[in-house]
């Protein structure tokens, strides 16, 4: 058993060995300049979803700052309170006016005392027991109190009002999230006077990326390009990420200098890559590429002095390869030399992952 782990070892290092001339290594620049020329013609800048820098509508005073730039937050999360005493102060009151139902219960009271007043007289008239005057004026009597009545019912109203008013005053004393995402800046301090519209606060949500592409206007018109149509982005990032998107929008209106149509595409962004990386876009699926994060095969430089066994996958693990386990192993029987044994083996064998040239 120890035989053969330290066979699979020797395999592994003998497949990894670079060549004696090694080929020089393309800068970052250069290895992105010839992928994406391969990949497409198509080059913009990715941008946040959803990105939105805050302000105070009222000046203000910094009281709390329950969030740092790097925090996950969402939707209705509080970012920044200020000092708010006074409008509390102000609400509290206006509550307290709102729930006082003297006024209101005095003013039923007078109607309904005028009311049953009104009534008596009405059965005296009845019986010839009284005067029209005096019928008159429990009428007016009851016609008062009930002016009244309205008067205490529409007060209230206007209190109640007034205290909505003042509730929604108070929301200008913070700061929500707008969306779920992530505080990309925060350039105030507890203490801080801001004056408005003065930002103070930007939140972006990167879990998915839009490019806001110029597109020829030819090639919308002749792929009729439309709102769901599939697209394909390279991302300028280590491996060269594909992913699989789509069109969220594309402009009625083409730029005339330019000859081209903003497209709006639409990208998952699951590991997170930053907004502002450059991007290469295409509109049919690139042939030979893993799609939806993985890196695109024939554009992945391979290890320097290996190349791929026929079949293998990319990632195999050499030290654990079966193969060349055993062409090792039978080298070391026969006192020949591993490495080349296992060279031998490799050709049109698809369980090895690598053999070095």
Same mark, same amino acid.
């Given at each position: 058993m120890i035989a053969g782990c330290s066979v699979a070892a020797l395999a592994g290092s003998a497949l990894a060995?670079?060549?004696?001339? #090694? &080929?020089?290594?393309?800068?970052? +620049? =250069?290895?992105?300049? /010839?992928?994406?020329?391969?990949?497409?013609?198509?080059?913009?800048?990715? %941008?946040?979803?959803r990105d939105a820098t805050m302000s105070f509508t009222i000046a203000v005073e910094v009281r709390e700052l329950p969030v740092r730039p790097g925090d996950r937050v969402k939707k209705g999360d509080i970012l920044i309170r200020a000092r708010d005493g006074d409008a509390v102060a102000a609400l509290v009151a206006q509550q307290v006016r709102v729930d006082n139902l003297g006024p209101l219960n005095s003013a039923q009271a007078a109607v309904d005392s005028a009311q049953v007043r009104y009534d008596r007289i009405l059965e005296a008239k =009845? /019986?010839?027991?009284?005067? #029209?005057?005096?019928?008159?004026?429990? %009428?007016?009597? *009851?016609?008062? =109190?009930? +002016? @009244?009545?309205?008067?205490?019912?529409?007060?209230?109203? /206007?209190? &109640?009002?007034? *205290?909505? @008013? *003042?509730?929604?005053?108070?929301?200008?004393?913070?700061?929500?999230?707008?969306f779920d995402g992530v505080v990309?800046?925060?350039?105030?301090?507890?203490?801080?006077?801001?004056?408005?519209?003065?930002?103070?606060? %930007?939140?972006?949500?990167?879990?998915?990326?839009?490019?806001?592409?110029?597109?020829?206007?030819?090639?919308?018109?002749?792929?009729?390009?439309?709102?769901?149509? #599939?697209?394909?982005?390279?991302?300028?990032?280590?491996g060269g990420k594909v992913m699989q998107g789509k069109v969220l929008y594309v402009s009625p209106v083409a730029d005339a200098a330019a000859a081209t149509r903003r497209v709006r595409v639409e990208v998952p962004n699951p590991d997170q890559y930053p907004p502002g990386t450059r991007a290469r876009v295409r509109f049919d699926r690139p042939e030979g590429a893993a799609v939806a994060g993985t890196p695109v095969a024939q554009a992945t430089p391979a290890r320097r002095g290996v190349v791929p066994h026929p079949g293998a996958a990319p990632d195999h693990d050499l030290a654990n390869c079966i193969v060349?386990?055993?062409? +090792?192993? /039978?080298?070391?029987?026969?006192?020949?030399?591993?490495?080349?044994?296992?060279?031998? &083996?490799a050709g049109g064998r698809s369980g090895a992952a690598g053999v070095t040239k």
């Open positions: 060995q670079p060549a004696a001339t #090694p &080929a020089p290594v393309p800068s970052v +620049a =250069a290895d992105w300049s /010839e992928r994406a020329k391969a990949f497409s013609d198509l080059e913009w800048i990715t %941008r946040p979803s =009845a /019986e010839n027991a009284t005067n #029209p005057q005096e019928v008159d004026d429990r %009428r007016v009597q *009851l016609a008062a =109190a009930k +002016a @009244q009545l309205l008067n205490a019912q529409n007060d209230l109203k /206007e209190e &109640a009002a007034r *205290l909505k @008013q *003042l509730e929604e005053s108070l929301v200008r004393y913070r700061l929500e999230a707008p990309e800046s925060l350039i105030v301090e507890v203490g801080s006077s801001i004056e408005p519209p003065n930002p103070v606060l %930007r939140i972006v949500n990167i879990d998915t990326l839009w490019i806001d592409l110029p597109t020829p206007t030819d090639l919308t018109l002749s792929r009729k390009l439309k709102s769901g149509d #599939p697209a394909w982005v390279m991302l300028d990032v280590p060349c386990a055993k062409a +090792a192993w /039978e080298a070391l029987k026969n006192g020949e030399d591993p490495a080349a044994a296992v060279r031998r &083996a």
